[in-house]
């Protein structure tokens, strides 16, 4: 017998069986056992390879495909300061800046691309380093009740919490700040340089914080906008609004006017075209209206994304339930840009037929952008309709309000003036 | 065997308790800790060595002899150690359907981070006689869990006519669920890839933007686990996609096995 099961096994005829078929010939395991037990030692193998390259080789390559792992600095930026609003959780932090709430674990970068978890703190990296540095027009931003006729000492540093697929900046948006070139302005030498222009130029009465998004560098705009405004001037921030109420009521404590980017008031627009939500932009509108700062809203009618007319008058209609109607609201025309470049320019017509509706619905300054000369950038009195502010372009041509009231009927119009 | 009884009974306590501490963490503000906690090496390495263990121990019984010696021990280790990865998408997710879309998730909870690893391990060792499902799921303990709770016995169609029509019933079930859910994949991964202007992908649909607690998924989830009060593991041999792709090969098994002259099945 035992002879027998040496033959079987195959000893000593040269190679000896792998040990698995000798067990098989030895009937220690069925043949079903041994195809189970090859099927999940490949199994478990692949698995072995796999979870060694992907987990500890390349630990969290995915983890979280909205923020960037491994990506912050190992040492914070010249002017960066511990950011605020974050809880910290061990060696891990969590921004309570925006909707988005990042989980940043060390050497994470935010969703924004500009605020990092360094050693266990939360840093901002968009701080004193602004990308761009212009003087525009106030009509520009556009803030058209704001000191008209005035202008803004406006600038951006790179970054940005949304991902809007029509973004007009998305040079500077969506990259991090370092990506792109970068002046050192700390906020104080911003206020002294915007005041020195100010003095040649008496005409240039705020700072703007605009083009990327203000809230990608919100401590710079705080810390700027107090140390400018102990110099006189004015601060303005232009925001698509997706941030926490607590950090706009401190925004809104220390600036003068607010404009957000109402972008749609379609959830699903929202989410897929701008990687946001809607309701965090229309708790932004209310908590705005409610503070001392002024606000205006612009509405960018994308063709049939968001150009829908029911829409669009549920959005008046919300507008002037929430923030009263003397909050004035821009439809802003939309020109083919960074990922949707498919669409055509809004249709005047449509841009029309919005202001149309929401005039309907009760509102009383209601304007159209990006469409110049048009008679819809000048400003009517609500009461007597006359001509009190006009416009081509960015330009006022003619401003007869005094006092912030209509010189003909003395209704008062709301805004600030002087 | 009485006193065995109760053991297994204490670890599928155990598995509710787990099920509703987890639930109350992850539902309040304090889920960032168990987030901590889990994304943690310490945590994912111990996860990484138990399952791997499992998986040995099958491969190589006699050598891994300590690992059968106390059931009950394992059962529960199991349980306690996968609860957070199994149970958090369940109370809290960035997407309407949990446990779906892990793939194209902007930011993954601990199961959507291990997904790539916890299902096909859980595949390769349901081939043994589904041990994954019976010995380390927590959500089947939680499941068995309220059958132990049943006095009286349960729902059965066993030794009743309907029971082959409700077999075939069960399959095409399963076998719906599973191309639904294969579909679903490449679908969620292509509107993730293309994210072009059109409306009404499945990404959008499912997507919610924000990671909140679904109360409807909360409350369908513990109506289905709770169903094993009537019927036993209602939930994982019917939707659970592990449970179903273990109950289809279990079957598909069977059906390969071949019979003997006389009829009899062979090994």
Redesign the interface.
Same mark, same amino acid.
């Given at each position: 017998m035992a002879r027998k099961r040496s033959k079987k096994s195959g000893e000593g005829k040269g190679e000896p069986l792998p040990k698995g078929i000798r067990a098989i010939l030895r009937k220690d395991i069925s043949r079903r056992e041994f195809i189970k037990k090859s099927i999940v030692g490949a199994g478990t193998l692949a698995l072995g390879v796999y979870s060694i390259d992907h987990y500890i080789l390349n630990r969290g390559r995915d983890l979280f495909s909205g923020i960037f792992n491994r990506d912050a600095p190992s040492t914070p930026p010249l002017f960066s300061r511990e950011a605020e609003f974050y809880v910290k959780k061990g060696n891990m932090v969590q921004c309570k800046l925006c909707p988005f709430e990042c989980i940043l674990g060390e050497g994470d970068r935010g969703h924004c691309r500009t605020r990092a978890n360094i050693n266990g703190k939360l840093y901002t990296l968009a701080y004193g380093n602004p990308c761009t540095i212009h003087i525009d027009p106030i009509e520009k931003k556009p803030l058209f009740h704001f000191l008209p006729k005035t202008k803004a000492f406006s600038l951006a540093v790179g970054g940005c919490n949304l991902r809007c697929m029509y973004c007009q900046n998305w040079e500077i948006s969506q990259v991090k700040p370092e990506s792109v070139e970068e002046y050192e302005l700390p906020p104080e030498r911003l206020a002294e340089a915007a005041s020195q222009t100010h003095q040649k130029d008496n005409s240039i009465k705020t700072i703007a914080y605009t083009y990327s998004e203000p809230v990608a560098f919100y401590e710079y705009v705080l810390d700027s906008a107090r140390a400018s405004s102990n110099r006189g001037l004015k601060n303005v921030i232009i925001t698509s609004g997706y941030i926490n109420k607590k950090p706009l009521l401190k925004w809104a404590g220390v600036v003068d006017a607010i404009k957000i980017d109402l972008k749609g008031f379609n959830e699903k627009f929202y989410r897929k075209i701008n990687g946001a939500e809607l309701e965090g932009v229309l708790r932004s509108i209310k908590t705005v209206a409610k503070s001392r700062a002024f606000l205006e809203v612009v509405n960018l009618v994308v063709p049939t994304l968001n150009d829908n007319y029911d829409e669009l008058r549920q959005m008046a209609s919300w507008l002037r339930h929430n923030i009263g109607k003397d909050t004035p609201l821009h439809f802003s025309r939309f020109y083919p840009n960074y990922r949707l470049r498919n669409l055509p320019p809004t249709p005047i017509n449509t841009l029309r037929k919005a202001r149309e509706i929401a005039l309907d619905e009760g509102l009383h300054y209601v304007y159209i952008g990006n469409v110049p000369h048009d008679t819809y950038e000048n400003t009517y009195c609500p009461k007597c309709k006359a001509l009190l502010i006009e416009r081509i372009g960015y330009f006022v041509k003619k401003n007869v309000i005094k006092n912030g009231r209509c010189p003909y009927c003395g209704t008062k119009i709301n805004g600030v003036w002087s | 065997m009485k006193r065995l009884r109760m053991e297994g009974k204490l670890v599928l306590r155990l598995a509710l308790f787990l099920y509703v501490l987890i639930g109350i963490i992850v539902v309040s503000d304090y889920y960032?800790?168990l987030?901590?906690i889990t994304?943690?090496?310490v945590y994912?390495y111990i996860v990484?060595f138990i399952v791997?263990l499992a998986?040995?121990a099958?491969?190589f019984r006699r050598r891994f002899s300590f690992f059968f010696r106390y059931p009950l021990i394992r059962k529960a280790v199991y349980v306690t150690v996968l609860a957070p990865v199994l149970i958090t998408p369940l109370f809290r997710c960035w997407f309407r359907v949990p446990y779906v879309a892990c793939h194209v998730?902007?930011?993954?909870c601990i199961f959507g981070?291990m997904r790539?690893?916890i299902v $096909?391990?859980s595949?390769?060792?349901n081939?043994?006689s589904r041990s994954w499902c019976y010995n380390a799921c927590s959500v089947g303990a939680v499941s068995d869990s309220f059958t132990s709770m049943r006095k009286r016995g349960y729902l059965s169609l066993r030794g009743t006519r309907s029971r082959r029509a409700v077999r075939i019933i069960g399959i095409a079930l399963a076998t719906v669920i599973i191309a639904v859910l294969t579909y679903i994949y490449f679908a969620l991964a292509h509107a993730r890839a293309n $994210?072009g202007?059109s409306?009404?992908?499945i990404f959008?649909a499912l997507?919610k933007?924000?990671?909140s607690v679904n109360p409807v998924i909360i409350a369908a989830a513990t109506i289905l686990l709770a169903g094993a009060f009537f019927i036993p593991r209602l939930w994982c041999d019917n939707l659970c996609p592990i449970g179903i792709i273990a109950r289809l090969s279990l079957y598909s098994?069977r059906l390969l096995r071949r019979r003997n002259k006389d009829g009899q099945k062979k090994?």
């Open positions: - | 960032i800790y987030y901590n994304f943690s090496p994912i990484f791997f998986l040995l099958y491969l998730c902007p930011r993954k981070y790539p690893f $096909p391990s595949v390769l060792l081939v043994n $994210p202007v409306r009404g992908d959008t997507y933007g924000s990671y098994e090994k």
